[in-house]
C-alpha cells in the first residue's frame, strides 16, 4: 500500500480510469457518502486537506490513506478536531477514526494519533493508522476512555527521545479497549512500550515491541493502581500473538527488564512493632549497592515472614497467550496475580527466567508453553505463589546454569507440577550444569510433582528437596542467594511437608549427582549485626523437618556411575528428620535403560517399536534412533540428532531439538515442530514428505499461534504482517513477524525433491 502523493479531483458523473486500488478504494467510499454530483476531493492526509480546501467550489473532501478513509464536509456539523476551518468530519461513516485525517503527512505521529483519540472519544469509534507505514513520535500516545481500539496495522512508531514513562498507555481504569498491529521500535530508550494501569476487559494483541534497550522497563507493562486515593484492580486483560525482543537475559541481577509483566497494586502495608521497623530498616541498609534483594532480605534476615498474606484478586482474569519472546531478565513475570489466570501456547526463549511468579501469585496456569534457554529458571515459583498448575509445557535449555527448570520456594505452597517435558543438556564453556531440575524448598509444602519426562545435567540433583537453605547442600557448600556472600545462613523458617513425587522418568546426566536429593536442616537464622552495627539479628532456633515426603513409581533411565552418582543422597543435621529418619524409596531403576508405561516407551538407547507399543520417546543426552511398526506409532526424539523412521501406518514425529532426520514411511504421517527454532543447531530433513499419502506438517500452537495455515503459510515474497512460515526453494522458514523486519527468518525443515507446499499440507 501506499499514500497518495497527489490530490485527486473527482464528480460523480465522470469518474476518471485509476488503476490503483487505493484510489478505486477510496471512490468505493465517496460513491456511498457523497450525494451525486458534488464535487469533491481525495487527499492523502491533513496536510495535503489544507491545501484542498482553498478552492471555493469545493463541498466535499476525503483523506484516504490508501485503506481508511474520512469524509468531511463544508460547513458541516459534523467533528472539527482535524482544525480545517469551516469543514467538520463525519467519521461514523466510515466507523473509525483515521490518524491521517489529523496527521500533516511529514513529522511525528503521536500529536496526530491523540487528536484522532479524542475525536473517537465523542463518536465511540476506533482508531486505525495507515497499513505498514512508518512513523516518528516525540510524545505518548494515550489511548482514552471510550475509544474501542487502536489499530496499527502493521505500521511501525520509531519511539523519540522525548518520550516518557511508555510508547503507548492505556488512559487508567480504562475498559473494553485493543491495541493491536503496532511495531514499535523503542530505539534503546528506557520506556515501556504498551502500558496499562488499572485496566479491565481490555487486550494486547499482534503487536511487536523491540530496541527495548538494557533498562529494568516491561514491553508490556500491565499493573493496578496503588493510590490510597483511587486503587484500581486489574482484570480480564488478554495479552495476545505479540512478538518481544530484550536484551539477551543474564544472570545479574537488574540486568534487563520482563517482556510482559502483570501485577496488581502492592497490599498496604501493615503497622509494624518497634522491633519490626528496627529489622526492616536495618535490613535495607544491608542490601548490597546497586542491588534490590527486597523481600529476600527480610525473609533470610528472620522476621519469619515470605510475604504479607493477601488473598485479594489484584490483578485477576489474565490470559497471556501466543506470545513470542526473545531475550528479557523474565519473559512472563507475574506478580499479586490470581483467580483464573493463564499462560499458555507462548514461546519463550534466551530468558534469565522464562516465567516467574512471585509474591501472592495464586491459581495461574502455566500450561503447553515452549520454554527455552533459560539461565536460571524454566519457571519460578517464588514468595506465595500457591495452588498453581504448571503442566504441558515443553522446558529444554542449552544454557542452563542457575536454580532449577521448575522451582518452588520461599512460601510457596499447594502447586501442581505435572505433564511437563524437561531436558538441561551440559552448558558449553567453562560453566558446570544448574543445580537442580525440578527443586521445592524453604517453606513450600504440599507440592505435587508428578508424570513428568525429565532429561539432562543438575549439578546437584536432578530432583531437589529441601527445608533450609544453608551451606550442606547436593552441590556443596555454596554461596548465598544473590548476593554471592559466603554465609552460613540462606533462608527457610520451618518444615517443609508433604511434598509428593511420583510416576516420574528420569533420565540423569550428571555421573557425580544424585537423582534426589533431600535436605533436613537446623538453623540459628541470620544470627549477626546488620553492617551499620544498628541491629542485632537474633539467634533462633530454626528445625526443618521433612515430613509427609511421598515417592511413588519414579524410574530411572540409566547407570549409577555413568549417569548418576546415586540413586537418593538425604542430609539429615542437628535434630531435623526426612519423613521421622525412616528409609526413603520410590526411585527405580529401569533394567538396560528402557521403561514401558502405557503402551509407551522410554528409552535411552536405539529402539524399535513393535506390536505391544504405539508410542516411544527417546530421552538422555546420547544420539540415538527410533523407529515405529506396522500400526499407527508416535515416536518424538530428545535433544540430539536422531533419526526416526514411522514405518507403516499414520505416525506422528517429533525430532525434538538438533538435526534430525524424520522419515514417515508408508501412510499418512504427521511431521511436528515443537522445539527451539535454530538454523544452526535444529534443522529437520523430512525425508520423504509425501503429500500424496496424506503427510501433513504441523506446529506447536505456540510457534503457529493457534491460526490456521492460510494465515501464516507463504511463499517467499508474499509475506504478510501475519505470516510465520515462509517456504523458499525446498527449506521452510519461520518468521516471528512475517514481512516485518524486527525479526529474521529461521530455517528450520528441509523437504526432498523440491516440493512446493500450500496451506493443504498443514495440519
Known amino acids: 500500500m501506499f499514500f497518495l502523493s497527489m490530490p485527486i479531483d473527482f464528480y460523480f458523473e465522470a469518474y476518471p480510469a485509476v488503476a490503483v486500488t487505493t484510489a478505486e478504494s477510496a471512490q468505493t467510499f465517496a460513491t456511498s457518502h457523497i450525494p451525486k454530483g458534488q464535487h469533491f476531493k481525495i487527499v492523502a492526509n491533513l496536510g495535503e486537506a489544507q491545501k484542498a480546501v482553498q478552492d471555493p467550489a469545493l463541498r466535499y473532501l476525503i483523506i484516504s490513506d490508501g485503506e481508511h478513509h474520512a469524509l468531511f464536509q463544508k460547513d458541516g456539523n459534523g467533528d472539527t478536531g482535524a482544525g480545517l476551518g469551516g469543514w467538520s468530519a463525519y467519521f461514523a461513516k466510515a466507523g473509525y477514526v483515521p490518524a491521517a485525517a489529523f496527521y500533516s503527512g511529514s513529522g511525528e505521529i503521536s500529536a496526530a494519533v491523540n487528536k484522532a483519540m479524542i475525536s473517537a472519544k465523542k463518536a465511540g469509534l476506533g482508531v486505525k493508522l495507515g497499513v505498514n507505514q512508518t512513523y516518528t513520535s516525540e510524545s ?43 511495531v514499535l521500535n523503542m530505539n534503546n530508550r528506557p520506556l515501556s512500550g504498551i502500558l496499562a494501569q488499572g485496566t479491565q476487559h481490555t487486550t494486547i494483541s499482534n503487536n511487536t515491541v523491540y530496541n527495548t534497550g538494557a533498562n529494568d522497563k516491561a514491553a508490556i507493562s500491565i499493573t493496578g493502581v496503588s493510590n490510597p486515593n483511587n486503587r484500581l484492580s486489574t482484570n480480564n486483560v488478554s495479552i495476545l500473538n505479540n512478538r518481544i525482543i530484550m536484551p539477551g537475559g543474564k544472570m545479574e541481577r537488574g540486568s534487563g527488564g520482563t517482556a510482559i509483566y502483570v501485577g496488581g497494586y502492592p497490599i498496604a502495608p501493615k503497622s509494624k512493632t518497634q522491633a519490626e521497623r528496627r529489622l526492616y530498616e536495618a535490613a535495607a541498609k544491608d542490601v548490597p549497592a546497586g542491588q534490590d534483594l527486597g523481600r529476600w532480605s527480610l525473609y533470610a534476615k528472620g522476621n519469619g515472614k515470605v510475604a504479607e498474606t493477601n488473598p485479594e484478586a489484584k490483578a485477576a482474569n489474565i490470559t497471556i497467550q501466543g506470545n513470542y519472546i526473545d531475550g528479557g531478565r523474565y519473559g512472563i513475570g507475574f506478580n499479586e496475580v490470581s483467580g483464573n489466570s493463564t499462560i499458555t501456547h507462548n514461546y519463550l526463549t534466551n530468558n534469565t527466567r522464562n516465567i516467574s511468579l512471585q509474591n501472592n501469585v495464586f491459581n495461574v496456569a502455566i500450561k ?25 509445557n515443553i522446558i529444554s535449555s542449552t544454557r542452563f546454569i542457575g536454580q ?35 527443586y521445592a524448598g524453604s517453606d513450600a509444602s504440599d507440592n505435587h510433582i508428578t508424570d513428568n519426562i525429565i532429561s539432562g545435567s543438575a549439578k546437584g540433583s536432578a530432583l531437589g528437596l529441601e527445608a533450609i537453605w544453608d551451606r550442606a547442600s547436593a552441590s556443596g557448600e555454596r554461596a548465598a542467594y544473590a548476593t554471592g556472600l559466603p554465609i552460613h545462613y540462606n533462608g527457610g523458617n520451618g518444615s517443609t511437608k508433604n511434598v509428593s513425587i511420583s510416576g516420574n522418568i528420569i533420565a540423569p546426566s550428571f555421573a557425580a549427582a544424585p537423582v534426589l536429593y533431600v535436605g533436613a536442616d ?43 552418582g546415586e540413586l537418593i543422597r538425604k542430609h539429615e543435621n542437628g535434630g531435623a528428620t526426612v519423613n521421622g529418619g525412616k528409609k526413603l524409596e520410590g526411585l527405580q531403576i529401569g533394567e538396560n535403560g528402557i521403561t514401558r508405561r502405557n503402551h509407551t516407551v522410554y528409552t535411552i538407547h536405539n529402539h524399535s517399536l513393535n506390536g505391544k507399543d504405539n508410542t516411544l520417546i527417546l530421552m538422555g543426552n546420547q544420539t540415538i534412533n527410533g523407529s515405529g511398526g506396522a500400526q499407527d506409532d508416535i515416536i518424538t526424539g530428545n535433544a540430539q540428532a536422531n533419526v526416526l523412521n514411522g514405518g507403516a501406518g499414520n505416525d506422528t514425529l517429533d ?18 515442530f515443537s ?89
Do not use: C
Not at 368 to 392: C, F, K, Q, R
Not at 541 to 556: A, P, R, V
Not at 703 to 716: D, I, M, N, Q, Y
Open 522 to 564: 537446623t538453623s540459628k537464622g541470620w544470627n549477626k549485626k546488620s553492617s551499620d552495627g544498628s541491629f542485632d539479628f537474633p539467634a533462633r532456633n530454626i528445625i526443618g523437618h521433612i515430613t509427609g515426603l511421598s515417592l511413588k513409581s519414579n524410574i530411572i533411565l540409566g547407570t549409577q556411575g555413568t549417569h548418576f
Open 368 to 392: 503447553n508453553n515452549l520454554l527455552n534457554d533459560a539461565l536460571s529458571a524454566g519457571v519460578l515459583l517464588g514468595y506465595n505463589a500457591d495452588h498453581n498448575t504448571i503442566s504441558g
Open 655 to 672: 525430532g525434538g531439538y538438533g538435526h534430525d532426520v524424520l522419515t514417515g514411511g508408508a501412510g499418512a504421517d504427521t511431521f511436528v
Open 675 to 763: 522445539s527451539k527454532l535454530s538454523d544452526t543447531e535444529n534443522v529437520n530433513m523430512l525425508a520423504d514428505f509425501n503429500p500424496k499419502e496424506g503427510d501433513k506438517i504441523s506446529l506447536h500452537p505456540a510457534l503457529s499461534g493457534g491460526k490456521p495455515p492460510a494465515v501464516w503459510f507463504a511463499k517467499a515474497g508474499s509475506e504478510t504482517f501475519a505470516t510465520r512460515v515462509i517456504q523458499k526453494g525446498n527449506a521452510l522458514y519461520y518468521d516471528a513477524d512475517g514481512s516485518g523486519s524486527a525479526f529474521q527468518p529461521v530455517k528450520f525443515a528441509v523437504l526432498p525433491n523440491n516440493f512446493q507446499l500450500n496451506t493443504g499440507h498443514f495440519k
Open 404 to 438: 532449577a527448570l521448575i522451582i518452588a520456594v520461599q512460601g510457596s505452597n499447594h502447586n501442581t507440577i505435572t505433564r511437563n517435558h524437561l531436558d538441561a543438556a551440559k552448558p558449553s564453556g567453562r560453566h558446570e550444569p544448574g543445580k537442580w531440575l525440578i
Open 140 to 182: 505518548q500516545i494515550k489511548v482514552l476512555h471510550g475509544v474501542k481500539y487502536l489499530h496499527g496495522n502493521g505500521s511501525t512508531i520509531q519511539v523519540g527521545a522525548s518520550v516518557r514513562e511508555s510508547a503507548v498507555k492505556f488512559e487508567t481504569g480504562l475498559q473494553n479497549s485493543t491495541i493491536d498491529g503496532l
